[in-house]
């Protein structure tokens, strides 16, 4: 009797083991990313925005085929790609793009009027170019403050230097390189500031005064 009520005990405290786990609550799939914000299209900043690009890029590109110099296409470029929210990073990030094209462009008019003349074989070109590589690649590593001058740096040095298969001395391309992006930063500058500007300052206004009605709203709330 007294092994039977053991082996009794054993089985219901091994049971637990050999049962199946309790089904807990389905995990909700999480929604698919939309290619849109969520006020893409009832949102009129964003209409605004996109305005503001299309005019700038599209002035510059008027203006340099009217005068026939498209060697100064980067202003084109630069009205796209400096373009952001608010009017102040949209400047900022034009000083780090202008700051890292004049740069490299420096380094790419020393290589090209002091180095290239004196240079033989390949392996002085790659010491030149991992020199500037190394200078845009300390930059870029840099904090987001300045990182995007690293990678103008490098541009600027790249296309000034390498403008063919064979050592060449032709500075136009550095000259149109900084012209052009000189000219879309004050046309990009100029149409951010003055058509339906966008100050970081107001979209601080507008978030806390959205924080004031939801802790009002929720004040409301308990107190009924």
């Known amino acids: 009797m007294g092994r039977d009520r053991l082996r009794c005990r054993a089985d219901r405290r091994s049971e637990p083991l050999f049962l199946p786990e309790e089904a807990g609550p389905v995990a909700e799939s999480p929604k698919p ?5 969520s006020d893409a299209f009832t949102n009129p900043a964003h209409v605004h925005f996109a305005l503001k690009v299309t005019f700038a890029a599209m002035f510059c590109y008027i203006f340099y085929m009217a005068i026939d110099w498209s060697g100064i296409h980067t202003a ?28 490299g462009g420096a380094l790419a008019l020393f290589t090209i009027v002091f180095l290239m003349p004196h240079m033989d074989t390949i392996a002085s070109l790659v010491v030149v170019v991992a020199c500037a590589s190394a200078i845009a690649g300390w930059v870029a590593a840099g904090s987001e403050m300045i990182s995007y001058a690293g ?7 790249f296309y000034s230097v390498f403008q063919g298969y064979a050592p060449d001395t032709d500075l136009d391309n550095v000259r149109n390189r900084v012209v052009g ?17 966008e100050r970081t300052i107001d979209r601080l206004r507008d978030a806390l005064r959205a924080a004031l009605r939801q802790l ?5 709330n308990s107190s009924s």
């Open 151 to 157: 990678l103008q740096i490098a541009f600027a040095f």
């Open 216 to 220: 009002a709203q929720a004040a409301r």
């Open 33 to 37: 990313k939309s290619l849109f914000a």
């Open 76 to 103: 084109f470029i630069t009205c796209t790609f400096i373009a952001l929210e608010t009017t102040g990073a949209t400047l900022h990030k034009g000083v780090l793009r202008i700051g890292g094209c004049v740069i």
């Open 181 to 197: 992006i000189l000219f879309g930063l004050i046309v990009t500058g100029l149409v951010f500031r003055y058509i339906w500007p």
